[in-house]
């Protein structure tokens, strides 16, 4: 039998989708212990069961709903095993319609995120969800009030999208570890045609330079090696008369950090003052990740990323000039709405060209109220899309081999960040994991060093995935 819990407040949190949902999460576990909720990795005894949800892919979308169904499954068979009314038992009077408990709900669920705001009609009107309350990404302050009146039986919500709210006044609540995520900025106002960001996180806005020193100083004292700011387009980052160079000189300079990494800047507006700065400051990261999403003009011109193939190849052959030994990563999608084979191969040869360190190739889902989804019909069939991504695909894998293997006999100097814990390709039991200056997972025997410790370490070998080193 499954003891019926008295306490209201423990919560069960799932995070999809991107850093910036990882650090929302953060967000939204400081603001709910404020007022007392505890959190649960055990969802069986959760209260308040939340999925903080991510509206870029179609297979997000598609894992979260598969989730709801599984959860309102168990919680069907959890009341009935309380004793509580069952499904299609006659309402009593004042209680909901038939099909649903007469008693409170346990746990009650709520969505958050990108999907909260992106679906937010479908979520509230598909009778088979049985969504209780749901927070777009600015509205986490008002959660506590939401989860109240949901657990009252009422559905509550609150989708606002704001052109301030930058969680400025709250500090995450971090697992202990090496590395942080840091939002430096919200939203985005770039609306290229296949993304949702514009809609469900709103308009840019950044937050003050001293706002954000002032928490990495924080971090540092609590003992964090490494940043990493977030933003849906670092490099337009602006507050005042204070830039994205600027920003990150700043937080350079706090003794402590020893590594700060950003992501994703756009190529349209990649300053020559942030290149600079990197290749510069040692302890700004010698990597960056240039999302390219497709190496044709006519494409690029549909997908409104206002940049040409040229202006694309000319960026990277300045970054790889001025930062000697710069790993370079992207984005790609494949099969945008009205791409041709001759277009596709525009893209194929841009990769041949660049041999990027890593890439996410995508194929292009829609997703629903973006520019393309008003303006083109998805087009291109899944067997194109397939043939495209595998074949970017295996161009890849032999791009980052070689480009890993280049590394054997240099040395790295390395910053342990995990302990192995599962046999993989990437890594034996007996192994820990390290991460170069160029973001390559390095890997080196356990025994040999501790988690956040810098080492010298002399690479050995290189698969697609890692590199593999020994200490020196
Ligand atoms: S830059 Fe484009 S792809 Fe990136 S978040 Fe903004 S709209 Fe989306």
């Known amino acids: 039998m499954i003891e019926i819990k008295k306490d209201k407040k423990r919560v069960f949190l799932e995070t999809y989708g991107c850093q910036m949902n990882e650090y929302d999460t953060e967000l939204v576990k400081s603001i709910l212990a404020k007022e ?50 069952v499904l299609n038992a006659p309402a009593p009077q004042g209680h909901r319609a038939t099909g649903e408990l007469a008693t409170p709900r ?32 600015d509205s986490y302050k008002r959660l506590p009030d939401l989860i109240r009146e949901a657990q009252g039986g009422e559905k509550s919500f609150d989708l606002t999208l704001s052109e301030f709210e ?13 590395n942080a995520w840091i939002a430096i900025m919200r939203g985005c106002n770039n609306f290229c045609t296949f993304c949702v960001v514009p809609y469900t996180r709103g308009r840019e806005r950044s937050r003050s330079v001293e706002n954000i020193v002032e928490e990495v100083r924080r971090l540092a004292d609590d003992g964090f090696k490494q940043v990493t700011l977030l933003g849906q387009n670092v490099n337009s980052y602006r507050h005042e008369e ?40 040692p302890k700004l990261c010698k990597q960056l990740h240039v999302p390219m999403q497709s190496g044709n003009d006519r494409v690029l011109d549909v997908m409104n990323r206002t940049y040409t193939q040229k202006e694309y190849l000319d960026l990277i052959e300045k970054m790889r000039k001025k930062i000697p030994g710069v790993a370079l990563s992207t984005d790609v999608i494949v099969g945008f709405p009205t791409e ?11 990769m041949k060209t660049v041999e990027f360190d890593s890439a996410f190739i995508f194929k292009y889902s829609e997703r629903k109220n973006t520019i393309a ?85 002399r690479i050995t070998d290189a698969t697609t995935y890692v590199l593999k080193g020994e200490l020196i």
Do not use: W
């Open 242 to 281: 204070q830039d994205f160079a600027y920003l990150l000189e700043e937080v350079a300079k706090i003794n402590g950090i020893e590594r700060v990494r950003f992501t994703s800047p756009h190529p349209k507006d990649f300053p020559d003052r942030v290149i600079d700065a990197i290749a510069s400051n």
């Open 340 to 350: 041709t084979d001759a277009e596709f191969e525009d893209t194929y040869n841009v």
């Open 106 to 137: 346990k746990p009650i669920i709520g969505i958050l995120g990108c999907m909260a705001t992106n679906l937010r009609q479908e979520l509230f009107e598909n009778r088979n969800l049985k969504i209780d309350f749901i927070a777009g990404p």
């Open 373 to 457: 989804a008003k303006k083109f019909p998805d087009d291109i069939p899944e067997a194109v899309k397939t043939e495209r991504i595998v074949r970017l695909n295996e161009l890849q894998k032999a791009h980052s081999l070689k480009r890993n293997r280049a590394h054997i006999g240099s040395v790295e100097k390395v910053l342990v960040e995990a302990e192995a814990t599962a046999k993989s390709e990437k890594h034996q039991r007996d192994e820990i994991q390290a991460r170069a200056d160029n973001n390559k997972i390095v890997i080196i025997p356990a025994g040999t060093a501790k988690l956040g410790d810098f080492l010298n370490v």
């Open 36 to 85: 007392n909720y505890s959190f649960t990795k055990n969802e069986h005894e959760a209260d308040i069961i939340m999925l903080n949800t991510c509206a870029v892919r179609e297979n997000a979308h598609r894992k979260v709903y598969g989730r709801v169904h599984e959860i309102l499954h168990r919680r069907r068979e959890e009341n009935k095993l309380q004793g509580a009314p």
């Open 166 to 178: 930058t969680y400025s006044d709250v500090y995450p609540a971090r697992k202990e570890g090496i």
